[in-house]
């Protein structure tokens, strides 16, 4: 995760491998597996790459500072990557972004309620102004996948998601809409889960990650759980696969996906009675 929030931070300024790497001095080689994840960095050598990251303002400093603190990571088994690391710094979803927009790979699960990444505008706003939800709105933004994305990305929503009415009819009549549109055009594969006895799928959005090769697991709430390694595909792989492997088709997800759009529509439409404003 910090890996990839590192990469986004040297693109945004538009610098290459080798101009990152000189700045930092070390070799090209070594930045880009630091932020493939695939060269582990001391808690001492990573302190000097963000002192003398071009890109990283103190505010990322002390989020990454935060982050390697002993109270937000812990480090289980005999590997040397962090097992679980918990971002619930500010702008934590800036720094999930980031790990998306790496990411070659996506495959997400909601239960309940539509994924940030293919949220309305709308949606978001009616979502934040909930009084549980308010810690999200001072964390960071929403996060949209761009449009005429060609990674693979898998939604897995979960049917009761069709039925609530986050923002009234109209902002949840516009939203699966939204939803359509994105499966038609192919931005993603979105699949809805029905409620079943035998499935049984915990609550919140999940995400799995491929990254230069590698899996990263995040559970998501107000704050951003990361997991990787043997034992977090064996705890958190099941689950995805038992709601891939118990979804509707993508085709009947598009059937399911319209009626309940048409519901919202009609119950978004004043009816006649409601028109009427005459004498009584």
Same mark, same amino acid.
């Given at each position: ?9 040297? /693109?945004? /300024? ?30 001492? /050598?990573?302190? #000097?790459?963000?002192?003398? @990251?071009?890109?990283? =303002? ?7 500072? =935060?982050?390697? *603190?002993?109270?937000?990571?812990? @480090? ?14 500010? =702008? ?42 308010? #810690? #999200? ?14 990674? %693979? ?9 069709? %039925? ?12 699966? *809409?939204?939803?359509?549109? *994105? ?21 919140? @959005? ?17 704050? *951003?759980?990361?997991?990787? =390694? ?33 519901? @919202? /529509? ?15």
């Amino acid at each position: 995760m910090i890996g990839a929030y590192l990469r986004t931070l040297r /693109q945004d /300024q538009n610098l290459t491998l080798i101009e990152a790497a000189d700045v930092l001095g070390i070799s090209a080689e070594h930045l880009e597996r630091t932020e493939g994840g695939r060269r582990p960095l001391s808690q001492e /050598q990573l302190e #000097q790459l963000i002192d003398r @990251f071009p890109s990283c =303002g103190p505010h990322e400093q002390r989020t990454l500072r =935060g982050l390697l *603190a002993p109270t937000s990571a812990q @480090f289980v088994g005999r590997g040397a990557d962090p097992d679980m690391v918990l971002d619930c710094a500010p =702008g934590w979803t800036a720094r999930l972004r980031a790990c998306e927009r790496h990411a070659s790979d996506i495959v997400t699960y909601s239960a309940g309620l539509v994924p940030a990444i293919l949220r309305t505008d709308a949606y978001s706003e009616a979502f934040c102004a909930d009084a549980l939800t308010q #810690q #999200q709105r001072r964390l960071g933004p929403a996060r949209a996948l761009p449009r005429g994305d060609r990674r %693979r990305v898998l939604v897995l929503l979960d049917e009761c998601g069709l %039925r609530q009415p986050v923002g009234g009819p109209c902002v949840m009549a516009a939203q699966l *809409a939204h939803l359509l549109r *994105a499966s038609a055009r192919g931005d993603a594969q979105i699949q809805i889960v029905p409620r079943m006895e035998n499935l049984r799928l915990p609550a919140g @959005f999940h995400s799995e990650l491929r990254i230069r090769g590698r899996l990263l697991f995040v559970s998501e709430g107000v704050d *951003a759980s990361y997991f990787s =390694g043997p034992a977090a595909e064996g705890a958190h792989g099941p689950y995805l696969r038992a709601a891939i492997n118990g979804a509707h088709s993508v085709e009947h997800s598009r059937t399911l996906l319209d009626t309940a759009r048409a519901d @919202f /529509q009609r119950r978004a439409e004043p009816s006649p009675t409601q028109e009427w404003r005459g004498p009584r």
